[in-house]
């Protein structure tokens, strides 16, 4: 393509026959992904709406403990762990997979090939996380955090990722000659990444636990980089194409792009390991993961700009694109999380915010504003073009990003004060006005819930606002679907139709 | 070899309307964008050599820094001596004494009730540093067949804290009730008998064994 030529003009009409001829080859590149991506689309879309009414019940039962309380089945302990377990392997990582294939064939340039695979794949990856969430509702989840699917759902699980990964290298293999986009590098990375690290995590852990010290490093380091090593890749994998595939602009620089990428796959391995400030961990352990941490800046800084850079003079454009909306929103969170994430690793900060709300703000900072938002940009993209169907209606897609957009903002704003005060609170010292001497405050434990309480209802609240976000959106995927294709109009939707922009690519 | 899509796609109106696939330009990087990327890489650097506790795997504490700082010294959590005695004895003393402590009648004396090792740690601490030869009469029973060798610079050259920890431990194992003994006695016998360089032999150690 014309790589040389950076003028927003050519880059928006270039040569008409090329043009046509590149549409028509990304035309039957999307058809034959079509099966597969849109298995897993649909699997994700259950998963999402299952995991939301697991998370709404949990966070009921924070402040209204009695609520289902009779429900065996449905005990904090359990739905809480579903939650997580639904949301995480259950929609983030079937959206994962439907935007990693989808977007692994398109910059291959290659036709989906072995689709067996994927179909065998996406069975069993999702028969595997039902057995899991059933058993761990049955009350057979393993102590292990991230890992609490029972032993008896995991080697399928495994099965179906070795699966994908091994199609992904396929594609990749095939592909045509010619520069590797960024994307790419960070989905060949990801897809390669998470099977080793699930792997190595299951048999350390489950199969033949290692002992001691070892125990909760091979644990820290295998959830936080199922964060920054599997979903963060995808995700700026999804960024780095829809922002400058929808503005029709270059991303800014190739060497911030790679500066972002080997720094992350450099320092990010080491960083889960400030989950055991405190923790009986060699002295040495615990400092490289904070260090890892700290330098995680790097690669943050250099995504954000190259990112802020290629978007500057184009915000106009955040009117009347849903995928911009959405995944500028997720890139924006991406940025602030990870500031706040290689902060929270600093041991006077990690003494305050560590074991509170603080921390479970945090990660639905990455994980939903972040992750989940840049999915939802990358599927009102990619549906139209899997199924030849516009999405039918602007007022959803509006309900949907500001319902989920303002409740996460409540969400992670409330959590994290209320974690702050939690911490306060925990370790507050008090001075003996005789003796002058400076004791820890031995604080009473229901005084601090009850302090943590209004944001914990906070937290509740948006639990509702998403909901009607979520709703909003599987509503208007199956309306989309069933609305009959003479009726589904040529017109891409804009969210504001009268703003005085050129026609949406979204 | 790939999957059959035969038909020719007609593109569907997305696909009319999108724009090129994306690529790069090549902008460098500000140079102080990668100043302020090595000052956080030196600065990290610093860190990690300050709070290492000098990359010893006992070392918990991270504020513990300069060099020389030994596993077991006051950096380190203190060892239970029963628990370093115990791999010592299996590492090193079964063959003989075996784990039961009932060593093998006629040949390896018993450890277990025996009155050399629950009685005066005198005697016990001068076999262990430099061995013991000859016949010796054990809880009643006779022994010398074989010889007992030296742990101290002797032998296997052992310091005064693993000689004391294994003692401690085969003093309070299989029912046996005696004091620790502590790694200062150990240093005060072997000053006493810095001199001796041979193997000592029971009626040598009568005075302490009979004191008891």
Redesign the interface.
Same mark, same amino acid.
């Given at each position: 393509m014309s790589s040389a030529d950076s003028s927003l003009a050519a880059s928006l009409k270039p040569g008409p026959a090329e043009a046509t001829a590149e549409r028509a080859l990304l035309s039957e590149i999307d058809v034959s992904t079509r099966r597969p991506v849109f298995f897993f689309l649909c699997a994700a879309l259950v998963w999402l709406l299952a995991g939301t009414a697991f998370a709404l019940i949990a966070s009921f039962k924070l402040h209204n403990p009695a609520f289902l309380g009779q429900a065996e089945w449905l005990t904090f302990g359990n739905v809480r762990t579903a939650h997580l377990n639904s949301v995480v392997y259950g929609w983030a990582t079937n959206a994962a997979f439907a935007v990693a294939i989808w977007l692994m064939a398109r910059l291959s340039r290659a036709q989906l090939r072995h689709l067996g695979i994927l179909d065998v794949a996406g069975l069993f990856w999702n028969v595997g996380v039902a057995i899991g969430v059933v058993g761990i509702l049955r009350g057979d989840s393993t102590s292990i955090e991230w890992l609490e699917f029972p032993a008896y759902a995991t080697p399928v699980l495994f099965v179906a990722y070795a699966l994908i990964g091994l199609w992904a290298i396929i594609t990749f293999r095939f592909r045509q000659p010619g520069h590797v986009y960024v994307s790419q590098w960070y989905l060949l990375a990801a897809l390669f990444w998470f099977p080793w690290l699930y792997s190595i995590a299951q048999i350390m852990l489950v199969f033949a636990p290692a002992r001691g010290a070892v125990q909760p490093l091979v644990n820290w380091w295998f959830a936080h980089n199922v964060l920054g090593l599997w979903f963060t890749p995808i995700g700026l994998a999804s960024i780095y194409y829809f922002l400058p595939k929808v503005l029709g602009k270059p991303i800014h620089s190739y060497y911030l792009s790679a500066l972002g990428f080997w720094s992350l796959a450099l320092f990010y391995n080491w960083a889960g390991v400030h989950h055991l400030i405190g923790g009986p961990e060699p002295a040495w352990v615990i400092t490289a993961g904070i260090v890892a941490s700290l330098l995680m800046v790097i690669p943050v800084v250099a995504t954000g700009i190259n990112h802020h850079v290629t978007m500057v003079g184009s915000f106009g454009r955040l009117k009347d694109s849903p995928t911009l909306r959405f995944i500028v929103f997720g890139g924006v969170s991406y940025t602030l999380t990870s500031l706040i994430g290689s902060a929270m690793a600093v041991r006077s900060f990690n003494e305050l915010a560590h074991f509170t709300h603080f921390t479970v703000a945090h990660a639905h900072h990455g994980l939903y504003a972040f992750f989940t938002m840049v999915m939802f940009g990358a599927i009102y993209y990619m549906m139209p073009r899997l199924t030849g169907r516009e999405w039918p209606s602007a007022p959803l897609i509006s309900v949907h990003f500001w319902f989920c957009a303002v409740g996460i903002t409540i969400y992670v704003v409330g959590l994290k004060i209320g974690g702050l005060i939690q911490g306060w609170e925990m370790i507050a010292t008090t001075t003996d006005p005789q003796t002058g001497e400076v004791a820890l405050r031995v604080p009473l434990f229901l005084d601090i819930v009850k302090h943590t309480l209004p944001y914990l209802v906070s937290r509740s609240l948006a639990g509702v606002m998403i909901t009607i976000g979520h709703l909003a959106f599987a509503v208007h995927f199956v309306w989309m679907l069933l609305q009959p294709r003479a009726v589904a109009g040529t017109q891409p939707v804009r969210l504001s139709p009268d703003a005085a922009l050129p026609a949406s690519r979204a | 070899?790939?999957?059959a !899509?035969p038909d $020719? *796609? %007609?593109?569907? @109106?997305?696909?009319?309307?999108? #724009?090129?696939? @994306? !690529? %790069?330009?090549? !902008?460098? $990087?500000s140079l102080l964008?990668l100043f302020l990327?090595s000052v956080? *890489?030196f600065s /990290?650097?610093l =860190?990690?050599q300050r709070? /290492?506790? #000098?990359?010893? $795997?006992?070392? =918990? #504490?991270?504020e *513990?820094q300069g060099t020389g700082v030994a596993a077991g010294s006051g950096a380190a959590a203190a060892a239970d001596p029963v628990v370093v005695g115990k791999k010592l004895y299996v590492q090193n003393c079964v063959t003989c004494h075996q784990a039961t402590g009932q060593g093998l009648p006629g040949t390896y004396p018993p450890l277990a009730g025996s009155d050399w090792v629950v009685g005066n740690e005198e005697a016990i601490i001068r076999i262990l540093i430099h061995g013991l030869t000859g016949p010796v009469k054990v809880s009643g029973m006779d022994y010398g067949s074989a010889a007992m060798p030296a742990f101290g610079p002797l032998g296997s050259n052992w310091k005064d804290e693993k000689i004391a920890h294994v003692l401690t431990y085969i003093r309070q194992e299989w029912g046996n009730k005696a004091p620790p003994v502590t790694p200062e006695t150990v240093a005060r016998v072997r000053a006493a008998t810095a001199n001796r360089g041979k193997a000592w032999t029971a009626p040598e150690l009568a005075e302490f064994h009979e004191s008891k």
């Open positions: - | 070899m790939s999957d !899509h $020719p *796609v %007609e593109p569907t @109106p997305a696909h009319q309307r999108e #724009n090129p696939e @994306p !690529h %790069e330009q090549q !902008h460098f $990087p964008l990327c956080l *890489v /990290s650097a =860190y990690l709070y /290492s506790g #000098n990359f010893d $795997p006992l070392v =918990y #504490n991270e *513990v």
